[in-house]
């Protein structure tokens, strides 16, 4: 029986080892931010019209919003166009978003670009189950998604995602080899040995909080 070398390291150590925190804490301000202004905007329209809309909204605003996040984190975020996904790039990491209603992981399986994005997680799928592999080579790419959830209806805390976490698929997006809130997978950089991870943050959610405003 193959016996898992101890030096191999678990997804949130990956995570952890290439993606900085201030990263990690400036997309989850950024969403929320994008989420209020996209409920902000959707204000006033017909009841017939506010789930679609506001819906649209939150893909709108939260893509800019997070792209100013990986802007400012050194996060290489691709060109906002259309309707397309915002993607960067950390480490090993390509990065992303969307939207799901609380509960329905299997929405995000809806993208062909989410599903496309994920098959790159084949090569760290040994991380969860080593035991079942005979060789793990350190890996060049991977994807990691940052999820809001809400709560999926207009009259329960519509203005703002109910949990932001960061999720990391199998290589067909039909299962999750790692899935945390990102308030708890933040105290993951304080467990990390020093130096491997940038101890200095600045205050990107000032910063993105000036981008526009945001809606009282």
């Known amino acids: 029986m193959h016996t898992p070398s101890p030096s191999i390291e678990t997804i949130p150590d990956l995570l952890v080892r290439n993606i900085k925190r201030e ?10 931010v994008g989420a209020q202004r996209a409920f902000a905007a959707a ?10 809309a506001v819906g649209q909204l939150r893909h709108f605003h939260m893509n800019e919003t997070f792209h100013q996040a990986l802007e400012a984190g050194g996060a290489d975020p691709s060109p906002i166009r259309g309707n397309g996904i915002v993607t960067g790039r950390a480490g090993v990491f390509a990065l ?8 329905f992981w299997i929405n995000g399986r809806r993208s062909k670009t989410c599903r496309h994005m994920s098959f790159a997680n084949l090569a760290i799928e040994p991380l969860v189950q080593p035991g079942l592999f005979g060789h793990y080579a350190p890996s060049s790419t991977a994807v990691a998604f940052f999820v809001a959830c809400f709560s999926g209806s207009l009259r329960a805390h519509p203005e703002s995602p109910v949990s932001i976490q960061i999720a990391v698929p199998d290589r067909n ?11 708890v997978f933040i105290k993951r950089y304080e467990l990390a040995p020093a130096g491997e991870h940038d101890l ?5 959610k000032t910063n993105v909080r000036k981008l526009g405003g945001t809606p009282q």
């Open 96 to 103: 992303a978003r969307f939207n799901i209603p609380e509960g």
């Open 173 to 183: 997006m039909r299962g999750w080899l790692f899935r945390e809130p990102i308030e």
């Open 23 to 32: 990263v990690v804490m400036a997309v989850d301000e950024a969403l929320t």
């Open 200 to 204: 200095v943050i600045p205050k990107l």
């Open 43 to 52: 204000r006033g329209l017909h009841n017939g019209h506010m789930p679609h």
